[in-house]
C-alpha cells in the first residue's frame, strides 16, 4: 500500500500463506462500526504497521488481527493474508522480515516487484482518502463513476474487498489486465496532478482542476500516449473526465512533487529510454516541467 500523508494513492502487499503478496500502500484511517465488521465476514490478517493506514484496516476486522510493528519479524504461522501499510521506501525491510515461506505478492510498484521476483503480485489500488488522522475516508466514488473506483486483485483480492466493504468503502475486484489499466490510470492521475499543483504554491487538487484544467490536461493526455506505448495497452475513453472527477471529490487535498522514484520517476524513465536511443521525448511537457521545478 504507497503516499503522502494521506494521499490519495497506496503502495500495498498482500502476503499469503504460501506466497508473498505484497498489497500497495493504503494512507487513510477508517472508523468503522463494531456491527459493520461483524455483519461482513472479514478474513483475519496480518497488519505490518501501526500508524493511519495500519489502525484504519485494524478497526475494520473483527479483532481477531495481528498488527506488526516498524522492525519486528512477521510471523510464519498465520493463515491469512499480510497487509503491509508502510511508504515504498520501507518494502525492502519489510520484505526481508518476512519468511520466504510466506512470498506471493499507489505509485508504481511494478519494476520493485520485478526486482525481487514477485512479478505476479497480489495488489490493492485505492481510491479513497483520509484528511486528518480519525476521520472517516473520503470514498472514491465520483459523478463519472457513482459506483467507486477502488479495486484488486490477485488471490486475497475477494478478502480485502470484504474489508473494506466492512469499513463503508466500494472496492471492486478484477482481472490483471483490467487492474493494470486503472493502476496505470490512477499514477497518470496522481504524477500530474502533483506537479501542475507544484508549478501553482498552495493549490489543492481541486484548485488544479478548476483553474489549470488545461495544464493538467495536456500532462494527462501525453503521460497516457507514453504509457499506452509502452504497455502496449489501449485505455479506457474518458480517462481526463475520470480523474478530473476523482480531483472534484478530495478536492481538498494538497500538491506536492515528491516520492519521484514511485510516482514521476517513472515516466522520466521511458523519456531517458527514448533519448539514449535517439528518439524523442515521449513527455516533453513532463520532462519540461520537472526540470523546471529542479526536480531533474
Not at 59 to 69: A, I, N, P, R, S
Not at 229 to 243: A, H, N, P, Y
Given at each position: 500500500m504507497a503516499t503522502a500523508s494521506v494521499s490519495p494513492t497506496i503502495s500495498s502487499l498482500f502476503l499469503s500463506p504460501s506466497k508473498l503478496s505484497l498489497p500497495t500502500r493504503f494512507r487513510f484511517r477508517f472508523r468503522v462500526r463494531a456491527s459493520s465488521a461483524m455483519a461482513t465476514k472479514v478474513v483475519p490478517a496480518v497488519i505490518v504497521g501501526g500508524g493511519r493506514v495500519g489502525r484504519a484496516l485494524q478497526?475494520?476486522?473483527?479483532?481477531?488481527?495481528?498488527?506488526?510493528?516498524r522492525g519486528e519479524p512477521v510471523p510464519l504461522?498465520?493463515?491469512?493474508?499480510?497487509?503491509?501499510?508502510?511508504?515504498?521506501?520501507?518494502?525492502?525491510?519489510?520484505?526481508?522480515?518476512?519468511?520466504?515461506?510466506?512470498?506471493?505478492?499507489?505509485?508504481?510498484?511494478?519494476?520493485?516487484?520485478?526486482?525481487?521476483?514477485?512479478?505476479?503480485?497480489?495488489?490493492v489500488l485505492a481510491y479513497f482518502a483520509v484528511s486528518k488522522l480519525g476521520e472517516p475516508p473520503i470514498d472514491g466514488k465520483t459523478d463519472t463513476n457513482p459506483e467507486g473506483l477502488t479495486a484488486a486483485y490477485g488471490r486475497w483480492a475477494s478478502a480485502v474487498?470484504?474489508?473494506?466493504?466492512?469499513?463503508?468503502?466500494?472496492?471492486?475486484?478484477?482481472?490483471?489486465?483490467?487492474?493494470?489499466?486503472?493502476?496505470?490510470?490512477?499514477?497518470?492521475?496522481?504524477?500530474?496532478?502533483?506537479?501542475?499543483?507544484?508549478?501553482?504554491?498552495?493549490?489543492?487538487?481541486?484548485?488544479?482542476?478548476?483553474?489549470?484544467?488545461?495544464?493538467?490536461?495536456?500532462?494527462?493526455?501525453?503521460?497516457?500516449?507514453?504509457?499506452?506505448?509502452?504497455?502496449?495497452?489501449?485505455?479506457?475513453?474518458?480517462?481526463?473526465?475520470?480523474?478530473?472527477?476523482?480531483?472534484?471529490?478530495?478536492?481538498?487535498?494538497p500538491t506536492a512533487a515528491k516520492e519521484f522514484k514511485w510516482r514521476n520517476g517513472w515516466f522520466y524513465s521511458l523519456s531517458q529510454k527514448a533519448v539514449a536511443e535517439g528518439k524523442p521525448d515521449p513527455c516533453p511537457l513532463h520532462t519540461e516541467w520537472l526540470k523546471e521545478l529542479k526536480i531533474v
Open positions: 478497526d475494520m476486522g473483527c479483532g481477531d488481527d495481528l498488527l506488526v510493528k504461522d498465520f493463515a491469512g493474508p499480510i497487509l503491509v501499510c508502510t511508504r515504498n521506501d520501507d518494502l525492502d525491510a519489510v520484505l526481508e522480515s518476512t519468511p520466504k515461506s510466506r512470498w506471493s505478492v499507489n505509485g508504481m510498484l511494478e519494476p520493485w516487484f520485478q526486482s525481487k521476483g514477485l512479478g505476479d503480485a497480489d495488489q474487498a470484504a474489508r473494506l466493504h466492512a469499513g463503508g468503502l466500494s472496492c471492486q475486484v478484477l482481472d490483471k489486465e483490467s487492474f493494470q489499466k486503472q493502476m496505470l490510470e490512477k499514477l497518470i492521475w496522481i504524477a500530474a496532478f502533483m506537479l501542475v499543483g507544484a508549478r501553482h504554491p498552495g493549490a489543492t487538487v481541486g484548485v488544479v482542476e478548476k483553474e489549470y484544467r488545461s495544464e493538467v490536461s495536456s500532462l494527462i493526455e501525453e503521460l497516457a500516449s507514453a504509457a499506452a506505448v509502452e504497455k502496449g495497452i489501449v485505455f479506457d475513453e474518458g480517462m481526463e473526465d475520470r480523474l478530473c472527477a476523482y480531483s472534484r471529490a478530495v478536492s481538498h487535498f
